[in-house]
């Protein structure tokens, strides 16, 4: 169990109370913080299932416990961007919305004997949320030499709301495909 890809899997979850911590002290130092454990959450993201494969290290742990890693990570730094007024609270119902859609969709799928493997829109909301993540951290830190403070917020906004409509497309996509599933048919 105490392989380099679960233990990097299991870091995610630790660092999301460290997110939490570092943006609740606020200020740009805060949002330096903030910004190191958000990145080093998305390499581990990268790097846990390359490791996994690469390496013949692939696990039941790793195959349960990293898409709960990446929902308690993601949903963990928009709630800790929420409540420190980076990003309207009623996103966070959207990014819940998806995770429950999603366990439900495996649930159905599991149910009926059939494998359970990630979807084309559960990797790109993966994708998407991660930038999301980091741009909305950083554009307040960015130098206005190297980029205009309103372009690095109309960046940090764009890619907020590609992230909500990404996963709003990626929890459609699993509920259909449980659905379907559910009727026999996926």
């Known amino acids: 169990m105490w392989t380099l890809p679960n233990v990097l899997t299991a870091s995610r979850i630790v660092l999301v109370p460290l997110l939490f911590l570092a943006?609740?002290?606020?200020?740009?130092?805060?949002?330096?913080?903030?910004?190191?454990v958000a990145g080093i959450a998305e390499v581990t993201d990268l790097l846990d299932g390359f490791i996994a494969r690469r390496f013949?290290?692939?696990?039941?742990?790793?195959?349960k416990f990293d898409p709960l890693a990446d929902s308690l990570y993601r949903l963990g730094a928009f709630t800790a961007l929420a409540a420190n007024g980076l990003i309207p609270v009623w996103a966070i119902v959207v990014f819940a919305w998806r995770d429950v859609v999603v366990s439900y969709a495996r649930l159905m799928m599991q149910s009926n004997g059939?494998?359970?493997?990630?979807r084309l829109s559960g990797k790109l909301k993966a994708i998407v949320q991660g930038v999301a993540i980091i741009a909305l951290l950083a554009a307040p830190l960015l130098p206005p030499d190297w980029i205009p403070a309103t372009t690095a917020a109309l960046i940090a906004q764009t890619s907020f709301w590609l992230a909500i409509v990404v996963t709003a497309w990626s929890g459609l996509d699993y509920l259909l495909a449980g659905l379907r599933?559910?009727?026999?048919k996926a």
């Open 114 to 118: 059939r494998a359970v493997g990630a």
């Open 181 to 184: 599933n559910a009727g026999g």
């Open 56 to 63: 013949n290290q692939a696990s039941e742990f790793g195959a």
């Open 23 to 36: 943006l609740s002290h606020g200020g740009d130092r805060a949002l330096v913080w903030a910004l190191v």
